[in-house]
């Protein structure tokens, strides 16, 4: 699992730099990193009782971030259809 949250979250940042610097690689690094956050997700909250560990304002946390990663994901593909990114 550490392996997945470390693809996750710097999957996200390499992803964010890219974007920076519009690269088209953006779209399937973003997406690696949202395919490894449902993996991490759903070992904390299904597997493992994150729920009772968390509470709710991991609960929270973890659904603001899985937005904010969708988002990136969507935005990055939606850049690279409109030929911003190469």
Known sequence: MV?????????SVLGSILLLVRKGWA???????LVCMVVTAFHNFVLANGMEIMGGVGTVFT???FAIAVFLYMYSK????????G
């Open 3 to 11: 392996v997945f949250w470390a693809l996750a979250v710097w999957g």
């Open 27 to 33: 779209v399937p690094v973003f997406l690696v990193s």
């Open 63 to 65: 659904i603001a971030i």
């Open 78 to 85: 939606n850049m690279r259809t409109k030929g911003v990114l």
